[in-house]
């Protein structure tokens, strides 16, 4: 899912299939309506997405769609979408305004890393030598955007043309940017747990450890959460298994 830093909205990109009842949808009124994303049957829903939730009216949406790969673009919502070209060596998508998208690709060449592009996807340009753990997003809070990799977390000031370490190298986390009160508290969900920082990302420290225990992480597609306002944080799996710790 993408979750709407101001903590208003959530989109939800899952997979979907004949033995599944998931739904594509997003809301913005903390989960008193839902609307959902289209979709077609050759798709069986999408890997991943980002959402521009800066906009007060329609959305832009860059997805990924499931069994294809394939990128595409709404720029309504998620009702109506643009093909952008093949992805299946995608990681990452990113949203900064209506008018840069971005994309993490894997593999060899110099069409890895993270590129960008400010005219809907028919150019793209390198902007930042990475690498990725797992499908992500990019995070946009108070003008600051965050991208989770394999060094650790991306920041840029510039709606994305820069790309900087916030600050120590913090391999093994795993899931996007999530934000406390301002932009100096930050929580990750990593491969030992989550993550907590309180000075932008400069310095992290294991807030909620998964210990031992292996229970609860046996599943596939793992995603962990935090809810700054109980400051509670969830694991759960497409198993449908979840726990949750609360400090």
């Known amino acids: 899912p993408d979750i709407d830093p101001a903590g208003r909205g959530l989109c939800l990109f899952s997979i979907q299939g004949q033995k599944t009842s998931s739904t594509c949808a997003f809301t913005r009124d903390h989960g008193k309506t839902w609307k959902a994303l289209t979709t077609d049957s050759g798709a069986f829903g999408y890997n991943m997405g980002a959402v521009d939730w800066s906009a007060s009216g329609e959305m832009t949406i860059f997805a990924q769609k499931?069994?294809?790969?394939?990128?595409?673009?709404s720029r309504d919502s998620g009702q109506t979408w643009t093909p952008l070209g093949k992805g299946d060596r995608c990681q990452a998508l990113g949203v900064i305004g209506p008018d840069v998208l971005l994309k993490g690709m894997s593999g060899p060449g110099e069409t890895n890393g993270?590129?960008?592009?400010?005219?809907?996807?028919?150019?793209?340009?390198?902007?930042?030598?990475?690498?990725?753990?797992?499908?992500?997003?990019?995070?946009?809070?108070?003008g600051t955007a965050c991208l989770t990799t394999r060094r650790g977390i991306l920041s840029s000031q510039d709606k994305g043309k820069?790309?900087?370490?916030t600050g120590?190298?913090?391999?093994?986390?795993?899931?996007?940017?999530m934000f406390g009160e301002d932009e100096k508290h930050m929580v990750v969900y990593g491969r030992d747990g989550f993550s907590e920082s309180n000075d932008g990302g400069k310095t992290w420290?294991?807030?909620?450890?998964?210990g031992e225990d292996r229970?609860?992480?046996?599943?596939?597609?793992?995603?962990?959460?935090?809810?700054?306002?109980?400051?509670?944080?969830?694991?759960?799996?497409i198993s449908g298994r979840a726990f949750v710790y609360r400090r």
């Open 205 to 210: 420290n294991l807030a909620a450890a998964f």
């Open 114 to 142: 993270l590129l960008r592009s400010s005219d809907s996807g028919s150019n793209w340009v390198k902007v930042a030598d990475c690498g990725f753990n797992r499908l992500g997003h990019v995070v946009v809070f108070k």
């Open 168 to 177: 120590e190298d913090s391999a093994g986390l795993l899931g996007p940017v």
């Open 162 to 165: 820069h790309w900087a370490l």
């Open 215 to 237: 229970t609860m992480r046996n599943g596939r597609f793992e995603f962990g959460d935090w809810d700054p306002k109980t400051d509670s944080f969830y694991i759960t799996h």
């Open 66 to 73: 499931h069994h294809s790969g394939d990128l595409v673009l």
